[in-house]
């Protein structure tokens, strides 16, 4: 597709980066994300997303907006509570950028639903705020060899990989849900909102990265970030030929 007047000039500093340039722009354009959580994290990833040009961008999250969330969830407002947290992005997304077409999923994503969801796109970024969630999209799009990004976040501190078919997934690392109450929830240990603000963006950058043809992907990396002390380090991980979800000998 070739890029109009008003799109050279709105993306004019995408198109100068080294690597990305009118091509890359042109696959933004023409490509198809799924943001799972309108929460803190899909906040900062939907924002950038659709600044960037991506051109459809679905957004699933099954709840409404509550006071509470506005601390950290800075793509609702105080006028948004009460209102599906999908409407409320999307009307948000429209404003800030018309060239993005958005798909709303106005449901929790479970077990039944989730592998039609995932279909449509071609990166999926887990924005979501319980085990529960991450082990199911993480099975679901390594069935369907979907690239998807990983995040969850934590009073001061983050993680982020990006899976690809072949690579370390979630359950390399993690294994399997913890049980109830082994980890708190961001209700009980808090959470700064800045905090998923800073790791929504770098999502976002990977899947922009991705969609775009860019490399240095967090794929086989976990990244941990400590907000606190302002501290980063990437640690290794493999696939695990144990995984009973990515070997490659497991009838998936």
Same mark, same amino acid.
């Given at each position: 597709? +070739? @890029?109009?007047?008003?799109?050279? &000039?709105?993306? $004019?500093?995408?198109?100068?980066? =080294? #690597?990305?340039?009118? /091509? ?20 900062? +990833? @939907?924002?950038?997303?659709?600044? &960037?040009?991506? $051109?459809?961008?679905?957004?699933? =999250? #099954?709840?409404?907006? /509550? ?186």
């Amino acid at each position: 597709m +070739a @890029l109009s007047e008003s799109q050279l &000039a709105r993306y $004019g500093c995408n198109i100068a980066i =080294d #690597g990305i340039g009118k /091509d890359g722009q042109e696959k933004l354009l023409s490509s198809r994300a799924l943001v799972i959580g309108a929460g803190g994290l899909g906040s900062a +990833a @939907l924002f950038y997303l659709s600044a &960037a040009g991506v $051109g459809t961008i679905g957004v699933a =999250d #099954g709840d409404t907006v /509550d006071i509470s969330n506005l601390q950290r969830q800075i793509i609702h407002n105080g006028d948004d509570v009460g209102r599906f947290k999908t409407d409320s992005a999307r009307e948000k997304i429209n404003k800030l950028n018309p060239d993005a077409r958005v798909a709303v999923y106005a449901r929790r994503v479970d077990a039944s639903g989730i592998s039609g969801l995932i279909g449509d796109y071609d990166i999926v970024l887990d924005c979501t705020d319980n085990f529960t969630a991450k082990f199911l999209i993480n099975d679901a799009c390594v069935a369907a060899k979907k690239p998807f990004v990983h995040c969850g976040v934590l009073a001061w501190s983050g993680q982020i990989f990006t899976y690809l078919p072949g690579r370390a997934c979630y359950r390399c690392v993690f294994k399997d849900e913890p049980a109830p109450g082994a980890v708190p929830t961001s209700a009980q240990a808090g959470i700064l909102g800045a905090v998923p603000g800073v790791f929504g963006s770098l999502q976002a950058a990977e899947a922009i990265k991705y969609l775009s043809g860019q490399a240095g992907l967090l794929t086989d990396r976990l990244l941990i970030g400590d907000i606190a002390g302002m501290e980063f380090r990437t640690v290794p991980i493999r696939p695990d030929p144990a995984c009973p979800v990515c070997f490659r000998g497991h009838p998936l």
